[in-house]
Nanobody
Framework: VQLQASGGGLVQPGGSLRLSCAAS????????MGWYSQAPGKQRELVAI???????MYGDSVKGRVTISRDYAKNTVYLQMNSLKPEDTAVYYC????????????????WGQGTLVTVSS
């Protein structure tokens, strides 16, 4: 299983960015998908996460400014980020909890390679 993230880049303060992450491989069911961020010198922290069925959580620092959404048919998760601030600068990692191969297959956690978001004028 692989998670391929895209959409990072340089944006000015107050701007918007949309991240995408697609899961591929021997997937039976994608239970949870989400995003974490890690700024230089800091621990990885939750940005947003969505468990299949509508259970969604957002990190305190981004509430009201980001929206997570999923395309279940494409095993893809999106993160729409608005009103970006310089302190949002970080590497953003896609996360997924996936049951592989069959209904009786194991459920594993996976991380994408990270995509850099830089908020600067």
């Amino acid at each position: 299983v692989q998670l391929q993230a895209s959409g990072g880049g340089l944006v000015q303060p107050g701007g918007s960015l949309r991240l995408s992450c697609a899961a591929s491989g021997s997937i039976f069911n994608v239970k949870t998908m989400g995003w974490y961020s890690q700024a230089p010198g800091k621990q990885r922290e939750l940005v947003a996460i969505d468990a299949r069925g509508g259970n969604t959580m957002y990190g305190d620092s981004v509430k009201g400014r980001v929206t997570i959404s999923r395309d279940y048919a494409k095993n893809t998760v999106y993160l729409q980020m608005n009103s970006l601030k310089p302190e949002d600068t970080a590497v953003y990692y896609c996360y997924a909890k996936i049951r592989i191969r069959s209904a009786w297959g194991p459920e594993n956690e996976y991380w994408g390679q990270g995509t850099l978001v830089t908020v600067s004028s």
